[in-house]
């Protein structure tokens, strides 16, 4: 069984930066490619970031690419999103997911999820 737990939430000015924690618990979380999905209220869920499960290729939505780095740390089972620069337009629930296979853009394509922490972007 695999959990996820999501952490770095609250509330920040436009222009401002936060860091996100994806904890995952399990012996599996270095074989498999990452995501960050985000979903504002009254909207579906939405891609935002994944990384490959060594790190080394990154996809980005166009709408966070050059604001948002996604990466992790295999040793620590843990995966992070740093956002900067944000927008109130940022402002949603981010949730953590475990890449299956699929569409890396679908959230239909990954099989385990986080509770989600809530990002708050005032003007």
């Known amino acids: 069984q695999v959990q996820l737990v999501e952490s770095g939430g609250g509330l920040v000015q436009a222009g401002g930066s936060l860091r996100l924690s994806c904890a995952a618990s399990?012996?599996?979380?270095?074989?498999?490619?990452m995501g960050w999905f985000r979903q504002a209220p009254g909207k579906e869920r939405e891609f935002v970031a994944r990384?490959?499960?060594?790190?080394?290729?990154?996809l980005y939505a166009d709408s966070v690419k050059g604001r948002f780095t996604i990466f992790r740390d295999n040793a620590k089972n843990t995966m992070y999103l740093q956002m900067n620069s944000l927008k109130p337009e940022d402002t949603a629930v981010y949730y953590c997911?475990?890449?299956?296979?699929?569409?890396?853009?679908?959230?239909?394509?990954?099989?385990?999820w986080g509770q989600g922490t809530q990002v708050t972007v005032s003007s």
């Open positions: 997911g475990r890449h299956s296979g699929g569409s890396w853009w679908s959230d239909s394509s990954y099989d385990y």
């Open positions: 990384i490959s499960w060594s790190g080394g290729g990154t």
């Open positions: 399990g012996r599996t979380f270095s074989s498999y490619a």
